[in-house]
């Protein structure tokens, strides 16, 4: 059983460039979370998905874009890279739609802007 | 103020020693509560959840839960090298507007290290 899992693991972009963060969960989750993590300002959301097909903005949104493309999947995308976006991103997935149980994470993704 | 606070730390604690974190939260009628270990250049992992006042136990863990005062707590006993990570206090509010109870509120984490 593979929980969420999230690719690539590592990556470095020139600033501009685009790429997308993909996450899969395989636990028949209805919720799923993108957060980054930076020293000293903890876990921030980015976007979240309540169910399959809404997705909302959280506290740090500019920059991305997501797309629940099924239930299983949900995608980030960072359309010009930007240093300030260098950091650790980590997809989640939750069983309650209100979150009630916690969240699962995936194993993250480092993400380094130049 | 911040919605859930954490002391930074680092907390120190020999090897054997109870190891006590705190977590503070603002939203007196939160619902539910979480505690999830962090190891270095590792994601996230729940080791304790909590719903009712009182004490919950798990092997070595306890979390204590006092919804009048605000805050809960994690206590780890016979401490290990092994438990030395950042403890991440986590807070699911209570149903209201724009389904902020479908997103958790987090404190930024108490680092513990546990000394042989």
């Known amino acids: 059983n593979a929980g969420v899992t999230q690719t690539p693991k590592f990556q470095v972009l020139k600033t501009g460039q685009s790429m997308t963060l993909q996450c899969a969960q395989d636990?028949?989750?209805?919720?799923m979370y993108w957060y980054r993590q930076d020293p000293g300002m903890g876990l921030r959301l980015i976007y979240y998905?309540?169910?399959?097909?809404?997705?909302d903005k959280g506290e740090v949104p500019n920059g991305y874009n997501v797309s629940r493309l099924n239930k299983r999947e949900f995608s980030l995308r960072l359309e010009s890279a930007a240093p300030s976006q260098t950091s650790v991103y980590f997809c989640?997935?939750?069983?309650?739609?209100?979150?009630?149980?916690?969240?699962?994470f995936g194993s993250g993704t480092r993400l380094t802007v130049v | 103020q911040k919605e859930v606070e954490q002391n930074s730390g680092p907390l120190s604690v020999p090897e054997g020693a109870i190891a006590s974190l705190n977590c503070t939260y603002s939203?007196?009628?939160?619902?539910?509560f979480f505690w999830y270990r962090q190891y270095s250049g590792k994601s996230p992992e729940l080791i304790m959840s909590?719903?009712s006042n009182g004490d919950k136990e798990d092997g070595r863990f306890t979390a204590q839960l006092n919804k009048a005062s605000q805050y809960v707590s994690l206590l780890i006993r016979d401490s290990q090298p092994s438990d030395s990570a950042t403890y991440l206090c986590?807070?699911?509010?209570?149903?209201?507007?724009?389904?902020?109870?479908?997103?958790?509120?987090w404190g930024l984490g108490t680092s513990l290290a546990v000394n042989p």
């Open positions: 989640a997935s939750s069983g309650s739609w209100t979150a009630n149980y916690g969240y699962t």
């Open positions: 636990m028949n989750h209805n919720s």
């Open positions: 998905s309540a169910s399959e097909g809404t997705t």
């Open positions: 939203d007196r009628v939160s619902q539910s």
């Open positions: 909590i719903y």
């Open positions: 986590a807070v699911n509010p209570p149903m209201g507007n724009a389904g902020n109870n479908r997103k958790l509120i």
